[in-house]
């Protein structure tokens, strides 16, 4: 055979071989391809279709939750009722019964929020001055012991002070003085911790101020008396006998059966001196107008 017909021969084979080699690689391409195209495998989207639940049917899952102190799992579902039933009646009642189970399940600050939320949206609702209390309520159960910050106590007064005002015909009302009462207590004896503490120290001034704000802002708290006493001691201390006089008056005067005074009295004689009252005094002025001030802080 010549040598061209070998080459022609060859090259055949080969082009062939090529060929073939071409349309495996098309047919692998292809296939790879049909692999990883979604949209290639006869596939069709079945959307999800969730059965609409009646909103009292929610509502009292909640309820039953509650029941089984299961409060955020209520909370939960209280809230879902917005989502499903907005602007409804059920959404306006599952809001202020979200409020409360976060409350009862110690989630303070998502009681908070949801109280809030029904303030703003629902004012002039009788279930307003209940979103009102739970708020109050809930910064109330955050005060900490006195040795900590009292911004909680803060906000607990402003809030409760809000409910007498807003809402002074409430059930809630009578509670909330007396929480006002014991949070204006958390507060006058932070600052009687901080005044002692000057006192000690020799710092007059600050001393007097920290005492100054107790008979200022908390003259109704158990912690007057001491105060008086202690801006006494202070101003003694510092020369200033006529205040010291007058504290110790005043002292006196609301409290006279009080060991504080008996301590205020003993004090000022072995100045020199004894209680006298100065009208004019800031002590004196606080004073003035408010009767009975021996009972109230009892």
Known sequence: MSF??????????????????????????????????????????????????????????????IQKKDFEGAAKKFNSLD????????????????????????????????????LQQHPNTPDAAYAQYLMASSYYDQIPDITRDQAASERAIAALQDLVQRYPQSEYVADAKKKIQVASDQL???????????????????????FRTVISRYQTTRHTEEALERLAEAYMAMGIVGEAQTAA????????????????????????VEPREDSGSWISKAFRGVPQVSQRAG
């Open 249 to 272: 008056a005043v002292l006196g005067h609301n409290f006279p059966d009080s060991p504080w005074y008996k301590d205020a009295y003993a004090l000022l004689t072995k100045g020199g």
């Open 188 to 210: 006058a004896g932070k600052e009687m911790e901080v005044g002692r503490f000057y006192l000690q120290k020799r710092n007059y001034s600050g001393a007097i101020n920290r």
């Open 83 to 118: 989502r499903q039933y907005p602007y409804s009646e059920w959404a306006r009642k599952g809001l202020i019964m979200e409020a409360y189970a976060n409350y009862e399940g110690g989630l303070y600050e998502e009681a908070i929020t949801a109280s809030k939320r029904y």
């Open 4 to 65: 061209a017909k070998v080459y022609l021969s060859f090259r055949a084979a080969a082009e062939r071989a090529l060929l073939v080699g071409a349309c495996g690689l098309a047919l692998a391409g292809c296939d790879t391809l049909s692999s990883i195209n979604p949209f290639d495998k006869g596939n069709t989207y079945k959307p999800e279709i969730v059965a609409d639940v009646p909103a009292e049917e929610i509502y009292n899952d909640g309820l039953a939750r």
